[in-house]
């Protein structure tokens, strides 16, 4: 079992910057496939960005790519996503998810396949 706990949102400007922080706690933190999705107000949660378990494979939502980063430390049982040229539409709660999985297994977009979950961390762009 993991327990996921996001910090690092806020209120930043349109093209700001924003560098979400993940900890987790608990065993086997490099067991996990790790995602981050958010969820807007009246809309359902969507896949952002996921990671693999080594960090080597890294997949994201089209509308995100070249201005979002996600990364991982299993040392520090740590999952980043580096947000950059923020938008309006990025306004949202975003949420860590862990995904127990094999080696070598591929990053889920679906947020059904993440077992555990945090809280969540409030991002707001204003244009």
């Known amino acids: 079992q993991v327990q996921l706990v996001e910090s690092g949102g806020g209120l930043v400007q349109a093209g700001g910057s924003l560098r979400l922080s993940c900890a987790a706690s608990?065993?086997?933190?490099?067991?996990?496939?790790m995602g981050w999705f958010s969820q807007a107000p009246g809309k359902e949660r969507e896949f952002v960005a996921g990671?693999?378990?080594?960090?080597?494979?890294?997949q994201y939502t089209d509308s995100v790519k070249g201005r979002f980063t996600i990364s991982r430390d299993n040392a520090k049982n740590t999952v980043w996503l580096q947000m950059n040229s923020l938008k309006p539409e990025d306004t949202a709660v975003y949420y860590c998810?862990?995904?127990?999985?094999?080696?070598?297994?591929?990053?889920?977009?679906?947020?059904?396949?993440?077992?555990?979950w945090g809280q969540g961390t409030q991002v707001t762009v204003s244009s």
């Open positions: 998810a862990a995904d127990w999985q094999t080696m070598y297994a591929p990053v889920s977009t679906f947020d059904v396949d993440y077992d555990y």
């Open positions: 608990g065993r086997s933190f490099s067991s996990y496939v």
């Open positions: 990671i693999s378990r080594s960090g080597a494979t890294t």
